[in-house]
């Protein structure tokens, strides 16, 4: 045992030389110590079989160390931790050598990450996942640190290392898992990775739940981008749960709150805009299958195109399929990956958490008529208003004017769900308002002409839109008092027309029943122009400012 005496005395000397920072032979020191304690250890390991892997483990544990104080390139690190790594994997269940392992992986690959060699860092990353599966199915605390090694005690007498090391290194490893792959641009492995090492940091309670409740958020708008929606929602609603739970017991310490507040309300504030993307985004995929269902079904192209469209039409021809099919309701609109949810809806939840009744408020579903558009419109209302009261024109211009043009596109797709012509106009009215509110505000600065010239777009659109809702309007009270009362008698209808006849031919001929007909006619055809012209806008959407701006189509 001189050998192990010898190893831990050196070993007590490196650690003594790095704490001290200001000795200016400090580095000299500590490079020939750290040689000199690797001699010892090849010795170690040669003339004692029986603790050959124990000095693999302590020779694992210098190089780390050394990478971490030594004054080297990245390149000559990454050989270094290669060549360890190399040498403890055929060991690496071994009880000495199954932590240092991971950690000596775990910097090997931030190196390589920072070198962009990140096909080898994935490639490294992907091959330890069975050994992850293998530890958790080994004791928990059967492994030691290489740290604790470095004495003469025998093995049966060191300390185990505490699991929750172990499971924080493995959770750090899955997390650089799923940054390679959002590298990658690998959007199915990204979202899998990245929801794993969340989940475990939730059971571990790693970090501060601020923290991870903004991590989460930032995880859900991705989901929204992705059309996974269901998935979006359950983990907003997680960070909503975390956040709103550690905001109420901070309330409990004033001091500690005082502290927190303005971060509390910025977590919020990016929340709220996370909440508002993903409404936003229900009713765009709502609206599109919709229309997508219409002008894709063979019969829509045979009917009569006198016949003025109604959302009881839409809802004949395109809401009543079976509820969409239980493929749809799971998977809305995966237009992204072509995919959606690839992977089964569970996979992706935090069983430690309880969200039913937060989840059960939250809409998610396509819409498929006016209540359950008027209850999404008042979700995502609310929580606009929210970030929308946080800023001002003056200081926040950029925030106000997203948020506003946020406001304007919610009244239209709440309008394009709506049956009632009185209900549409009051609502495009409320549109109409927002951006007449706003374009006031942009009269007086010149940064955002281009900004401008887009919410008069709108505007234009939106006057459009009501004076077509004012002609049908006029049309319906028009229909009903020139519409002939079939009880009338017939004598007296036909003295009428008698009564016509020192009138022109045309005159003659446009008697009551055939000046309805005509009018009938003449609704019909403006109403199918104005939609066409406004579909045609819609679907066609070319620049970014145009997202907000989509026109509303097949309202009545």
Not at 128 to 152: G, H
Not at 237 to 261: G, W
Not at 262 to 275: G, P, Q, T, V
Not at 409 to 418: D, G, K, P, S
Request: with cysteine; net charge neutral; charged share 25%.
């Amino acid at each position: 045992m001189e050998v192990l005496s010898r190893i831990s005395t050196t070993f007590e000397n490196i650690k003594n030389t790095i704490k001290n920072r200001n000795s200016s032979e400090r580095l000299m020191t500590l490079k020939k110590d750290i040689q000199i304690l690797n001699t010892e250890l090849v010795t170690f390991g040669k003339e004692n079989h029986d603790q050959y892997v124990r000095s693999l483990a302590m020779e694992g544990y210098i190089t780390l160390l050394s990478v971490k104080t030594m004054p080297i390139s990245l390149s000559d690190k990454r050989n270094v931790l290669q060549d360890a790594f190399e040498k403890l994997r055929q060991f690496e269940l071994r009880e000495e050598c199954l932590f240092i392992l991971l950690r000596i992986q775990n910097l090997l690959c931030y190196y390589l990450i920072q070198l962009d060699q990140v096909n080898m860092a994935k490639n490294i990353l992907e091959s330890m996942e069975d050994l992850y599966e293998k530890i958790s199915k080994s004791p928990s605390d059967n492994f030691y640190d290489a740290e604790d090694l470095f004495t003469t005690e025998p093995l049966s007498k060191i300390k185990r290392v505490n699991p929750e090391k172990i499971d924080k290194v493995i959770t750090n490893n899955v997390q650089m898992q799923a940054f390679l792959y959002n590298k990658l641009n690998m959007p199915e492995k990204y979202t899998l990775y990245n929801h794993t090492a969340l989940r475990r940091q939730l059971e571990m309670k790693e970090g501060t739940p601020q923290d991870w409740a903004m991590r989460t958020a930032r995880l859900g708008n991705y989901f929204t981008y992705l059309n996974q929606l269901g998935n979006a929602r359950h983990h907003l609603s997680a960070a909503y749960h975390v956040l709103r739970t550690c905001h109420d017991n901070c309330k409990l310490m004033p001091e500690e709150f005082v502290l927190q507040k303005a971060d509390f309300e910025m977590h919020f504030l990016e929340l709220s805009h996370h909440w508002v993307k993903y409404g936003l985004t229900l009713f765009k995929l709502s609206k599109k299958k919709v229309l997508n269902r219409y002008f894709s079904n063979p019969t829509t192209t045979k009917a009569n195109l006198w016949k003025t469209v109604t959302m009881n039409d839409l809802d004949e021809n395109v809401v009543n399929v079976e509820k969409y099919d239980d493929d749809n309701v799971k998977d809305v609109g995966a237009e992204k990956n072509g995919k959606g949810d690839c992977v089964a809806e569970k996979i992706f939840t935090f069983p430690t958490l309880d969200l039913n009744a937060l989840e059960s408020r939250v809409p998610s579903e396509i819409i498929c008529d006016i209540e359950a558009a008027r209850r999404l419109f008042a979700f995502t209302h609310k929580w606009l208003m929210r970030a929308k009261h946080y800023y001002d024109f003056e200081h926040h211009a950029a925030q106000y004017i997203s948020c506003s043009l946020q406001l304007a596109e919610l009244y239209e797709h709440l309008a394009f769900f709506e049956k009632n012509i009185d209900n549409q106009y009051n609502i495009q009215k409320r549109r109409a308002d927002v951006l007449e509110a706003l374009n006031s505000l942009l009269k007086n600065c010149d940064s955002v002409m281009s900004v401008q010239i887009d919410v008069i777009k709108e505007l234009s659109q939106v006057q459009l839109e009501l004076m077509a809702l004012n002609l049908q309007k006029l049309w319906r009270e028009e229909s009903q008092t020139n519409i002939i009362n079939l009880d009338a008698d017939a004598d007296s209808i036909i003295n009428s027309l008698d009564s016509e006849s020192n009138k022109t031919l045309t005159e003659k001929t446009l008697n009551t029943t055939s000046k309805n007909m005509f009018l009938r006619k003449m609704q019909a055809a403006t109403l199918l122009n104005g939609k066409l012209f406004r579909l045609s806008g819609q679907l066609e959407t070319k620049t970014p400012s145009q997202l907000s701006f989509g026109t509303d189509v097949f309202k009545n």
